[in-house]
């Protein structure tokens, strides 16, 4: 069966500090990827989305940058945090359109980063 | 643009009574459409799903979801809410297209008294 894994899952940062957080992906190949973040008392927003590796397509310019450096790995990252990063960061991943899927996501258990 | 509506932002209903939370959205092709629940702290688990077929769709922990095309709506129902269902409930519409996108609404939290 699939699994999703993020980590860290708790995380508390200064401003101005770097920031990487993973997923990966286990039990299926060639996924598409996706980072949401949900601020407080929000709904999700996505950050980013891949469908194979080194492509990216960002849906809100801001801090933070997205990298897949393997088929079933995602990062997020940002070279200097602001305080409005901080939120709960959730990984999820999709079977390809055109396969057996019917587009749902499956999400990991989130990251969450406070932003001192 | 694709978009989604959950016009509650908190609903508080009595164990063992009937649950309704309202999801509207616009998109301009048949939309694939969703509802997750989250716990406090926890990611999203999937409830139900709609893509074609029959407009009342079932899903896990007794809940159902009506797709009425005409009023562009996908409510999300339970005939009786046990405590454990307090939690938060996403609807999401899906963009069909290569990315697999899913456009969720700003959620409803539940709140259930005993």
């Known amino acids: 069966s699939q699994t999703i894994h993020q980590w860290p899952a708790t995380l508390v940062q200064p401003v101005g500090s770097p920031l990487s957080l993973e997923c990966t992906v286990e039990g299926t190949s060639n996924p598409n990827l996706y980072w949401y973040r949900q601020a407080a008392g929000r709904g999700l927003q996505l950050l980013f989305y891949?469908?194979?590796?080194?492509?990216i397509s960002s849906e809100v310019p801001q801090n933070l940058s997205a990298s897949r450096p393997q088929d079933r790995q995602f990062i997020l990252s940002s070279k200097k945090l602001l305080l409005s990063d901080s939120g709960f960061y959730l990984c999820?991943?999709?079977?390809?359109?055109?396969?057996?899927?019917?587009?749902?996501?499956?999400f990991g258990e989130g990251s969450r980063l406070t932003v001192l | 643009a694709q978009s989604v509506t959950q016009p509650d932002i908190h609903i508080t209903v009595s164990e063992g009574a009937s649950l309704e939370l309202r999801c509207n959205y616009s998109y301009g092709a048949t939309p694939y459409l969703f509802w997750y629940v989250q716990s406090p702290g926890q990611g999203l688990q999937l409830l139900l799903k709609y893509f074609s077929g029959d407009t009342l769709v079932q899903g896990i922990k007794g809940f159902e979801a009506e797709f009425k095309r005409s009023q562009s709506s996908f409510n999300l129902r339970k005939p009786s809410v046990h405590w454990s269902d307090a939690a938060e409930y996403f609807c999401a519409v899906g963009l069909m297209d290569s990315s697999y996108k899913l456009i969720f609404g700003s959620g409803t939290r539940l709140l259930v008294r005993p």
């Open positions: 999820a991943w999709s079977v390809k359109s055109g396969g057996t899927g019917t587009g749902e996501l499956f």
């Open positions: 891949s469908v194979g590796i080194g492509q």
